[in-house]
């Protein structure tokens, strides 16, 4: 039974591996579940057992997406409550996440007019899961008068991660222009963000390492 267990969760994998880059290479229209079964070396009553449509493996295409940000997000008790801390630690990994699916988010962003509702829901549920678990850490750090009171925080959050969204599209795009690294525009980021939101004083943006004006 393990045996069996083991080998239906790797064919599983198998298939949202194959089904991510078909999704990203033909988009969600041209995307089929032949070609994604072919990708995956599967035939298509393999895959149908496994995802009974295609919605069903955009879907999980997605969780495995965010599945970082999810996990880091699931145990916020164990968060320190610092905010440039815990928000650095999150940018981390939502850029990681971010640079492995880039031409899965460029297929998102470049077919968002043509996606059907189906996929479309998706995409909602999925981001608005994931942001609302940022937003329930920002309120608490207004419970704890550490986060300002006026800000309305779903924006706020939408604000923050399209920033480091940004700045993945434009370092991918045009890497030999930029004079700063990744890790320099997220610490920014973070500090420009933090900085915006705290009712605290906190540090300095060094000025050595932003150099943003080098921004062409």
């Given at each position: 039974?393990?045996?069996?267990?083991?080998?239906?969760a790797?064919?599983?994998?198998?298939?949202?591996?194959?089904?991510?880059e078909?999704?990203?290479?033909?988009?969600?229209?041209?995307?089929?579940?032949?070609?994604?079964?072919?990708?995956?070396?599967?035939?298509?009553?393999?895959?149908?057992?496994?995802?009974?449509?295609?919605?069903?493996l955009l879907?999980a295409?997605?969780?495995q997406?965010?599945?970082?940000?999810?996990?880091?997000?699931?145990?916020?008790?164990?968060?320190?409550?610092?905010?440039?801390?815990d928000?650095?630690?999150?940018?981390?990994?939502?850029?990681?996440?971010?640079?492995?699916?880039?031409?899965?988010?460029?297929?998102?962003i470049?077919?968002?007019?043509?996606?059907?509702?189906?996929?479309?829901?998706?995409l909602?549920?999925?981001?608005?899961?994931?942001?609302?678990?940022?937003?329930?850490?920002?309120?608490k750090g207004?419970?704890?008068?550490t986060?300002?009171?006026?800000?309305?925080?779903?924006?706020?959050?939408?604000?923050?991660?399209?920033?480091?969204?940004?700045?993945?599209?434009?370092?991918?795009?045009?890497?030999?222009?930029?004079?700063?690294?990744?890790e320099?525009?997220?610490?920014?980021?973070?500090?420009?963000?933090?900085?915006?939101?705290?009712?605290?004083?906190?540090?300095?943006?060094?000025?050595?390492?932003?150099?943003?004006?080098?921004?062409?």
């Amino acid at each position: 039974m393990e045996n069996l267990g083991s080998k239906a969760a790797q064919t599983r994998a198998r298939l949202i591996k194959a089904a991510t880059e078909v999704f990203a290479s033909c988009g969600l229209a041209g995307a089929t579940t032949r070609e994604i079964a072919r990708v995956a070396e599967v035939n298509e009553v393999t895959l149908f057992r496994y995802f009974p449509s295609k919605e069903q493996l955009l879907a999980a295409v997605i969780q495995q997406v965010i599945a970082l940000q999810a996990e880091a997000l699931a145990h916020q008790d164990e968060w320190t409550q610092d905010l440039h801390i815990d928000l650095k630690h999150y940018a981390k990994l939502y850029n990681q996440m971010l640079e492995e699916h880039e031409a899965l988010i460029r297929m998102f962003i470049g077919e968002a007019k043509r996606h059907p509702d189906a996929a479309r829901q998706i995409l909602h549920d999925a981001c608005q899961s994931l942001n609302e678990q940022l937003v329930r850490y920002l309120r608490k750090g207004q419970e704890n008068g550490t986060v300002c009171l006026e800000l309305e925080l779903k924006p706020v959050v939408d604000m923050f991660t399209g920033m480091l969204l940004s700045g993945m599209l434009r370092r991918t795009a045009t890497p030999s222009t930029l004079s700063y690294s990744s890790e320099c525009y997220i610490d920014n980021c973070v500090k420009l963000f933090v900085r915006g939101i705290s009712t605290l004083l906190v540090e300095p943006i060094d000025t050595n390492t932003a150099n943003l004006s080098s921004i062409q």
